[in-house]
């Protein structure tokens, strides 16, 4: 460091420092300041500090004058609730995926010729449900919180080439060609959430809910795909050297622990209705139990089966949004139940979970893929219940 560059550091420094000492005294010596409570990391806050001489329906203090007032429901039981929730969403994810080509015969097989096209799988809606049971109160008002989310899901697509073309999974040195084409992915998801959490005011009409806490996830896949011919006796079914009956099946089993955090907000319309919006981002030590590959198909060029068994650890991020409508009421005449009902339209992705492409693309051409992402999206339909 030359000399100019060492005088402007000291310089930046200096100003840092008396413009630090400044606001000090300024606070320090404000008119207010024996009016306000200083709330430091550590020290205890006792209720005449912050409570107000207001009180609530059951002659608490509870308008804070330096703690926001908390906006959790209240019903007057045992302060316990419960919530179930239908969901019925769209599992989708990169990587499955095969080429279309017109073809030319040649001594050796079949080759592509002219442009091709890509054949995906067609994902659908599927129901599953969560169920989640939690208590609120207590210790400044928090609430602790534990769900179970489930959905399994089974996705079946058939194609047939048109046009003359042919399916193709073309790598050195094998040579396939099919014109149908039938896959089958299996996904089974299996979520457990647990959370502290304490919903405040941050306006007349908004409330908000941080939390944090902890998240096991459960992901296990299986992934089939099948090449056959439509006639036994088409070009490449007739050519020894092509194989044109071809099975794929692939398995990736994991499990991941991890921390959770985001937030939930409440922004009230009137007559008990409400817009509902949430976010939360996880980060998972996760470890795949299983992953294997292994194929099959006939001809002198069909590639030998191959499997793989280990335990593969690694971090994996997970994030999940909502936006939604919902509405909720008091009942009895003590207000000892509250009942609750919100629809959102959810988003969820797990970066980096899909590992089944890249174990094909190595068992088939010696050459490895990223893993791509798992996304879910749809619909959630949550009733919940305060006794």
């Known amino acids: 460091?030359?000399?100019?560059?060492?005088?402007?550091?000291?310089?930046?420094?200096?100003?840092?420092?008396?413009?630090?000492?400044?606001?000090?005294?300024?606070?320090?010596?404000?008119?207010?300041?024996?009016?306000?409570?200083?709330?430091?990391?550590?020290?205890?806050?006792?209720?005449?500090?912050?409570?107000?001489?207001?009180?609530?329906?059951?002659?608490?203090?509870m308008f804070p004058t330096g703690i926001n007032y908390p906006g959790r429901i209240d019903a007057s039981g045992t302060d316990f609730f419960v919530t179930g929730s239908f969901i019925y969403w769209m599992a989708s994810t990169?990587?499955?995926?095969?080429?279309?080509?017109?073809?030319?015969?040649?001594?050796?097989?079949?080759?592509?010729?002219g442009p091709g096209t890509e054949v995906?799988?067609?994902?659908?809606?599927?129901?599953?449900?969560?169920?989640?049971?939690?208590?609120?109160?207590?210790?400044?008002?928090?609430?602790?919180?534990?769900?179970?989310?489930?959905?399994?899901?089974?996705?079946?697509?058939?194609?047939?080439?048109?046009?003359g073309s042919v399916f193709f999974l073309a790598g050195s040195p094998y040579n396939i060609a099919s014109d149908v084409l039938s896959t089958k992915w299996k996904l089974d998801l299996d979520v457990l959430d647990f959370t502290l959490s304490r919903a405040y005011y941050v306006g007349k009409?908004?409330?908000?809910?941080?939390?944090?806490?902890?998240?096991?996830?459960?992901?296990?896949?299986?992934?089939?795909?099948?090449?056959?011919?439509?006639?036994?006796?088409?070009?490449?079914?007739?050519?020894?050297?092509?194989?044109?009956?071809?099975?794929?099946?692939?398995?990736?089993?994991s499990w991941g622990l991890g921390a959770r955090l985001g937030a939930h907000s409440e922004w009230l319309i009137g007559g008990g209705f409400r817009l509902d919006a949430k976010a939360s981002g996880s980060l998972l030590f996760t470890r795949y139990q299983k992953l294997t590959e292994t194929t099959a198909g006939d001809g002198a060029m069909a590639p030998p089966s191959v499997s793989y068994y280990k335990h593969y650890d690694v971090m994996r991020a997970n994030a999940e949004m909502g936006l939604g409508l919902g509405w909720g009421c008091y009942l009895g005449s003590d207000?000892?139940?509250?009942?609750?009902?919100?629809?959102?339209?959810?988003?969820?992705?797990?970066?980096?979970?899909?590992?089944?492409?890249?174990?094909?693309?190595?068992?088939?051409?010696?050459?490895?893929?990223?893993?791509?992402?798992?996304?879910?999206?749809?619909?959630?339909?949550?009733?919940?219940?305060?006794?």
């Not at 990169?94 to 010729?113: C, E, L, R, T």
């Not at 089939?224 to 050519?239: F, G, I, V, Y």
């Open 335 to 387: 207000d000892g139940f509250h009942l609750d009902l919100v629809a959102t339209y959810d988003f969820n992705i797990w970066w980096s979970q899909n590992m089944l492409r890249g174990l094909f693309d190595t068992a088939m051409f010696q050459t490895g893929n990223y893993p791509t992402d798992l996304m879910y999206h749809g619909p959630t339909l949550t009733l919940r219940l305060d006794f």
């Open 94 to 113: 990169d990587g499955f995926n095969v080429d279309q080509y017109q073809y030319n015969a040649v001594p050796a097989g079949v080759i592509a010729s």
């Open 205 to 253: 009409r908004v409330i908000v809910e941080p939390f944090g806490g902890l998240r096991g996830a459960w992901i296990r896949q299986k992934w089939n795909m099948n090449l056959s011919s439509s006639s036994p006796t088409t070009p490449w079914a007739l050519n020894p050297l092509v194989t044109d009956t071809f099975s794929e099946n692939a398995k990736a089993n």
């Open 120 to 163: 995906f799988v067609s994902p659908n809606y599927k129901p599953g449900f969560k169920a989640g049971i939690g208590f609120s109160g207590g210790c400044d008002d928090w609430a602790a919180y534990l769900e179970y989310t489930w959905l399994h899901q089974n996705n079946h697509t058939n194609f047939s080439a048109s046009g």
């Open 1 to 61: 460091m030359n000399a100019k560059q060492m005088a402007a550091l000291c310089s930046m420094l200096g100003l840092m420092l008396s413009g630090a000492a400044y606001a000090d005294s300024a606070m320090s010596g404000g008119k207010n300041q024996s009016q306000m409570p200083m709330f430091e990391q550590g020290t205890p806050i006792m209720d005449d500090q912050v409570m107000s001489n207001v009180k609530d329906k059951d002659g608490r203090m």
